[in-house]
């Protein structure tokens, strides 16, 4: 009898779910790798083309220095939305969430220019040099957890603690506010925060006085405290020591703007370097 046809043929096996599992992640290790190896360029383009939007900025004689800013902006939005995308795709979601606010801020000052100011300018360096930071620590944001972080806010201020809070929201962080400074430093006893934000003007005792008593404290003296001002003290205030705090912003400010600062600090707080390479 002639064989059977397909008889001298192996049977197909259909992969095991293991195999499959190794399969897929041996592909997202590939896809990481490579996200790894591209990243410092990334982070090598936008500080160039901050460098060129700082000088822009302080080169009052340059006539389209306007035309000049968009079109740096806009190519760092371009560069940055291609960061969120390939961290996306490789799963690096920590890093993706950083950016993708970043990239919100790049588009909020490209279409409204008046926001445009010192501290937005400062926001958007920070944030180049943490990025910067996390192209030689991927694999460390892995660990990260940052919807188990606790933000605290504090201003006399209700429509300012608003604004602050709703940056928060938009950083998907957790988030109680105090009006009263006495009542906040109470809180501080009873709760460890991950990120403090002080506004400098309160009555009763300021921002200032405030973060001194906070740092006081063994829980908190470490934890990112951010200073809020208003835009026309900022100049003279960054400048000058800013009294135990870690950084500042102006207000008005965009969203966006604390959003992206939070996001910085709270990762900055978790972020725990790999052992570095044997020579």
Known sequence: ???????AEAEYVAPSE??????????????????AENFPQFIGFLRLRLQAFVKN?????????????????????????????GAGVAGCQV??????????????LYENPKSIN??????????????GQLANEVDATE??????????????????RKAVMRGLEKAELKAMDVADPAAAFEQCKKQTFDLIF???DMPGMNGYELCKL??????????????VTGLTDFGSRAKSTISGGTDLIGKPFPIIELAVKALTFVMKAQLKPGPKPAK
């Open 143 to 160: 660990s990260m957890k940052l919807g188990e972080t606790s933000v605290l806010v504090v201003d006399d201020e209700a429509l300012s």
């Open 118 to 131: 010192p501290s937005a300018i400062r926001t958007l360096a920070h944030t180049v040099d943490f990025l």
């Open 1 to 7: 009898l002639p064989p059977t046809p397909g008889a």
């Open 198 to 200: 002080l506004d400098i």
């Open 57 to 85: 900025e302080s080169d009052t004689a340059n006539l389209r220095w306007m035309e000049e800013r968009s079109a740096i902006l806009f190519d760092m939005y371009r560069k940055t939305h291609s960061l969120t995308s």
């Open 95 to 108: 890093i993706a969430r950083l950016s993708s606010a970043f990239e919100a801020l790049l588009t909020e």
């Open 214 to 227: 906070i740092r006081a404290q063994p829980q908190h003296a470490k934890t990112p405290v951010v200073f």
């Open 18 to 35: 293991h195999t499959l599992l190794e399969v897929e992640e041996n592909f997202q290790h590939e896809l990481r790798r490579g996200f």
